[in-house]
């Protein structure tokens, strides 16, 4: 494939960056791929791993003379990220993120950048449980969604270049309001995220119910929802710190809804629990349809580095 960047500097060494570096570098993409995370220990797995071709010990240092800069930290560190490279930018230079947040993101970033860079913020829908440079795989990406959420009067060369490079990297390409990113993704995965969370700590709480029958006898379902809650802490805390209005709001849904099968249950509502759970299946058999999961018993989610 042809090289899309001269030069890519990743701020942030972990899962994201990670695929991202072996992504570009399996296919040509970029010239050059420099990469800056905070720890000395990370940096030096990332350069061991062939993750990036140089690291740099600050993240100014890192973004000098690149042509594309991701900023693959958590949505937290974004603005201290940003503030530190803003005036280190090149003049032209496009600056994106892969934060799971977007309208919240582009208010801490965009102040920082100076006007002579391009800023288009994107979200890669792809992901697992683990984190950390050990992570990557330069298949992540493959089939997967990846949303761009482009500023008002963004520069359409810009937004066209990255969209290439993600295609590139195997993924689907769709454009999207900030906002009505976050309330889609708040949807179909932050609050799921929250819901997983919950029921593995009442599974935990549960004193009637011992560690060892929760471990033998889990069933698909709540495996599904350790392998959820399994995730990194600091990213999903970032995320409903700053997605907070739809989370809030769909979680008041959820809620409401909760409360209709409960009451449901208590009245032996048969009726309504078999409506309910008819409705609910149309939509997993859409999923499937639309080939986003597998019927498979794990739910195809066996790992897949090797795909
Ligand atoms: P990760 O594996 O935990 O990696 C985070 C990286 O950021 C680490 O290399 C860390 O460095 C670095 N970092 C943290 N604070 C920093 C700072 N102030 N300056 C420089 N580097 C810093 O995280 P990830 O899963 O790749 O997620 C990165 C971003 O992608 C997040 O914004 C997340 O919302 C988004 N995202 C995640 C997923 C997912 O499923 N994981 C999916 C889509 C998007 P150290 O190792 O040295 O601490």
């Known amino acids: 494939m042809t090289q899309i960047y001269d030069k890519v500097a990743l701020i942030g060494l972990g899962l994201i960056a990670g695929s991202m570096g072996l992504a570009m570098k399996k296919a040509g993409l970029a010239g050059t ?41 958590p949505v937290g560190a974004m603005n201290t990220v940003a503030a530190e490279i803003g005036p280190a930018l090149k003049v032209g230079a496009t600056v994106s993120d892969v934060g ?60 066209e270049q990255l969209r290439q490079l993600w295609a590139a990297m195997g993924a689907k390409v769709d454009v999207m309001e900030p906002e009505r990113h976050d309330l889609v993704l708040s949807v179909t995965s932050h609050v799921p995220h929250l819901i997983a969370y919950t029921m593995v700590g009442v599974a935990d709480d549960l004193e009637r119910v011992t560690d060892k029958e929760v471990i033998e006898f889990s069933t698909g379902g709540f495996r599904d929802f350790t392998r959820i809650a399994a995730s990194d802490p600091t990213m999903w805390r970032d995320v409903f710190l700053n997605n907070k209005e739809a989370t809030l709001d769909i979680l008041g849904r959820f809620t409401e809804e909760l409360f209709d099968l409960q009451r449901a249950i208590r009245r032996g509502d048969g009726d309504q629990l078999f409506d309910h759970f008819t409705r609910t299946r149309a939509i997993r058999r859409g999923i499937v349809e639309a080939g986003h999961d597998t019927s498979a018993d794990d739910f195809g989610r066996a790992p897949k580095k090797d795909d």
């Open 100 to 159: 799971s947040v977007k309208a919240r993101v582009i208010e801490m970033v965009q102040p920082h950048l100076p006007n002579t860079v391009h800023f288009v913020p994107a979200h890669p829908i792809a992901g697992t449980e683990n984190s950390g440079p050990n992570a990557g795989f330069a298949e992540l990406f493959m089939g997967k969604w990846t949303i761009l959420t482009p500023v008002p009067n963004a520069n359409e060369a810009a937004t």
């Open 33 to 73: 791929i420099v990469g800056h995370a905070k720890s000395e220990a990370t940096r030096t797995t990332a350069l061991q791993l062939g993750l990036v071709d140089t690291v740099c010990a600050t993240a100014a240092e890192a973004v000098a003379d690149a042509d594309l800069v991701v900023l693959c930290v």
